[in-house]
């Protein structure tokens, strides 16, 4: 099994309409790119931990099964 | 007396009478509104309180009553402390108005029961949610060892006050290093406690799970008696000899050279060859990030709702960019704590205290954008926190101290243990302070 993969970018007008939803308004434009640079550095942090639970699952459930 | 006298010089005397604590008060106040200027630590002085709890301290003394071990000492606390009748800000422009705080916070509450005197409120990174101490509200807090350079974050404002002399004892809080990342750039000494060890009732929270509470002073010795007031714990004497190791691969990557020299010599001093591997730390600091950003996101998220545009951009861009983190991904950074508190634990298991660099580099400029990160250009601010933001997720105690620079800019080493060893951690700082390796150097500004 590959680990799985978070997108490698999202584009700002989903993040737009991410936003939107959550915060039940809308940002002004110039706000955008910021909160993507955050989620992008997110996601860099994402996959390090993503990909280190998944093996650390995946040996312990071969453990389990041996 | 008030740039050069300890913690317990300053007690001593108000406690014998020798020394008023009300002068010591004024010359207190009268120095800080001469010279915060300089680094911008004080975001409000409180003297009409200040003159109050000092006259009652002399009181005290007059009438044959111990004030307690902290007798007129002058403190501040960061800006997220409750003070009672006063708004607690965090550093927020929105909060400037907030209903004021019913009571002081448990260890605002416990420094005045031992005769401390506050003196003011200190600057801070918006909500703590930074290194740096660049608050568009109140301004950026400059480091008294070069004004031009940061002081650290977010505790910035609580380590350029006791650096510059304006106070020799301040209250800070530590979530991913803020107050070990400001100690070690403003060349002083504080702590990051245990988790639970010391009450952080009364403060404002960022992230439940990893807030902590400290002090900054400016020796190994106060260090350890503000900590026993705080904590409520008296420590025995240790007599046992540490079992000390190096922390090597992450905490020897990245670092500058000036930074791992100092490492280098604390460690020959010491005698100590062992080295020992924390795996997984850069994954660590990464489940801190997640973690963080996610809490932090979802405690802010109804005020985002209505009030977004308030907030200091940058740390509205990493709440909100937390708050739409998905949830699985929250619980697998949950998840790998779990697993890094236990390898922690197994290695010290093997040992009493480790040793590691504070941050990789000196205080950065506060125009400076970038460091290298493995080679590749890395904002300097978020990275500041590389060495601490892994300990952090241990929950264990970490000390900051400064190596003894006899020139150039502050070098702070982490000392960590395990909970319940502090006595031997304490023990060990002090003989090093006493062997000339760690000491707090004067800045030029005074």
Not at chain 2, 38 to 44: I, L, M, Q
Not at chain 2, 392 to 403: E, K, M, N
Request: aromatic content about 6%; glycine content about 8%; overall charge negative.
């Amino acid at each position: 099994m590959t680990p799985p993969k978070l997108e490698d970018s999202k584009p700002i007008d989903r993040y737009r309409l991410d936003v939107s939803t959550l915060l039940g308004l809308e940002l002004p434009t110039e706000c955008v790119p910021g909160i993507e640079a955050s989620a992008e550095l997110l996601r860099h942090h994402a996959r390090k931990v993503e990909a280190f639970v998944f093996a650390l699952n995946a040996n312990a459930h071969e453990a389990d099964e041996t | 007396m008030i740039h050069s006298a300890s913690i317990l010089d300053i007690a001593n005397a108000v406690r014998s009478g020798t020394v008023k604590s009300v002068d010591l008060t004024n010359a207190t106040l009268e120095d800080i509104s001469a010279r915060n200027s300089d680094t911008n630590s004080f975001t409000r002085v409180l003297a009409e309180s200040a003159i109050e709890a000092a006259l009652e301290v002399d009181r005290k003394v007059a009438n044959g009553i111990d004030p307690g071990p902290l007798a007129g000492v002058p403190f501040a606390a960061k800006d997220l402390y409750d003070i009672a009748g006063l708004p607690t800000t965090a550093g927020a422009k929105m909060r400037i108005e907030a209903v004021p705080a019913k009571r002081d916070a448990v260890v605002v509450a416990r420094l005045k029961a031992a005769g401390g005197v506050l003196v003011g409120t200190l600057n801070m990174d918006e909500y703590a949610y930074g290194f740096a101490t660049v608050n568009p509200h109140f301004g950026t807090t400059r480091n008294p060892h070069d004004l031009d350079r940061l002081a650290g974050g977010s505790s910035g404002g609580s380590a350029a006050a006791v650096a510059a002399r304006l106070v020799p004892l301040s209250l800070g809080s530590d979530t991913n290093g803020s107050i070990r990342v400001p100690a070690a750039l403003c060349g002083i000494w504080g702590i990051r406690p245990a988790d639970g060890a010391i009450s952080v009732k009364g403060t404002f929270p960022f992230v439940e799970i990893l807030d902590t509470v400290g002090p900054f002073v400016r020796s190994a010795g106060e260090l350890e008696l503000v900590y026993e007031l705080l904590s409520g714990a008296k420590l025995a004497m240790s007599t046992i000899a540490p079992r000390i190791a190096r922390l090597d691969g992450w905490y020897a990557r990245n670092g500058s050279p000036e930074v791992l020299r100092a490492f280098d010599t604390v460690m020959a001093h010491l005698g100590v060859d062992n080295v020992a591997e924390l795996p997984e730390s850069e994954t660590a600091r990464s489940a801190s990030y997640l973690i963080t950003a996610a809490q932090g996101g979802a405690l802010h998220l109804d005020t985002m709702r209505s009030r977004a545009m308030e907030y200091d951009p940058a740390v509205r861009d990493r709440l909100l960019a937390g708050a739409m983190l998905p949830t699985a991904l929250y619980l697998k950074a949950m998840q790998f704590r779990s697993f890094f508190r236990e390898r922690v634990k197994t290695l010290l298991d093997q040992y009493d205290i480790l040793i590691a660099p504070t941050t990789p580099v000196v205080a950065p400029r506060i125009d400076q954008a970038t460091m290298l990160v493995d080679g590749i250009p890395a904002p300097a601010r978020a990275n500041l926190g590389l060495y601490t933001q892994p300990l952090s997720l241990a929950g264990i105690p970490v000390a900051s101290a400064p190596f003894h620079v006899t020139s150039g800019l502050p070098i702070g080493l982490q000392f960590a243990t395990a909970p319940g060893r502090e006595a031997m951690l304490f023990k060990l700082l002090r003989e090093l302070e006493r062997d000339g390796v760690l000491r707090t150097t004067k800045p030029p500004v005074q």
